[in-house]
Every structure is written in C-alpha cells, then in structure tokens.
C-alpha cells in the first residue's frame, strides 16, 4: 500500500531554517514522480519542487528557489525539503505526493497519492 507521511513541520522565526521529511513507503522513490507543494490559509495548494525517477530536481516556485531545496534518500527511501531564510508567506500547510510517471509538470492535478500535510509556520 502506497503511503507518505511528512514530518519537520513547526514554529520558526523569520530567518529560521527547517527540514521536511516525506517517508515513502509501499513504493521506491526511484520509481516516481515526487513533488512538495504547500497550501497557505485562504489559498490554493502549489507546487513547490518536485523530483523525478532520474533524480532531477524542479523548482516551480521563482520565490524559493535559492532557499529550498529538494533531496531525495534512496538508502532510508525518503525525500526532504530543506528551507532555509524562511519569511512569513511561506506559512503553509506542506505536502509532499507521488506518482508513478516519468515526468509531469510539478502543479497538484498530475499527483493521486497524497500525505497528510505538516504544518509550517513562521512567526516573530
């Protein structure tokens, strides 16, 4: 059974850094597409970078491009958002999903497996 769960979420100053974990079970993550997308109070989910089966890494989201980054753990089969200078809009609800092609545009409507989300929230 395909299952992901995220962890790392919390409470940071502006400025602050954090970790996401996505550990992926049911599935390895050299098979799929992987994506982190966030969904921020009143707004719609966004995709934020996702990875495909070869390894490489697309930012779709210009605002975080030199702050997140995305890895991939093939030994512990998870994937990791590293967020690093975090602002207050970057609040959100992060999900990291999954899906079983080569490639697809990084947005919500090319992913069917979903976690359950971690919550994000920077704050003074």
């Known amino acids: 059974q395909l299952q992901l769960v995220e962890s790392g979420g919390g409470l940071v100053r502006p400025g602050g850094s954090l970790t996401l974990s996505c550990e992926v079970s049911g599935f390895s993550v050299t098979q799929y597409l992987i994506g982190w997308f966030r969904q921020a109070p009143g707004k719609e989910r966004e995709g934020v970078s996702c990875?495909?089966?070869?390894?490489?890494?697309?930012t779709y989201r210009p605002s975080v491009v030199h702050r997140f980054s995305m890895l991939r753990d093939e030994a512990n089969n998870r994937v990791y958002l590293q967020m690093e200078d975090l602002k207050p809009e970057d609040t959100a609800v992060y999900y990291c999903?999954?899906?079983?092609?080569?490639?697809?545009?990084?947005?919500?409507?090319?992913?069917?497996?979903w976690g359950q989300g971690t919550q994000v929230t920077v704050s003074s």
């Open positions: 990875i495909n089966k070869f390894g490489r890494v697309t």
């Open positions: 999903a999954a899906e079983p092609t080569v490639q697809a545009m990084c947005i919500p409507s090319s992913f069917t497996s």
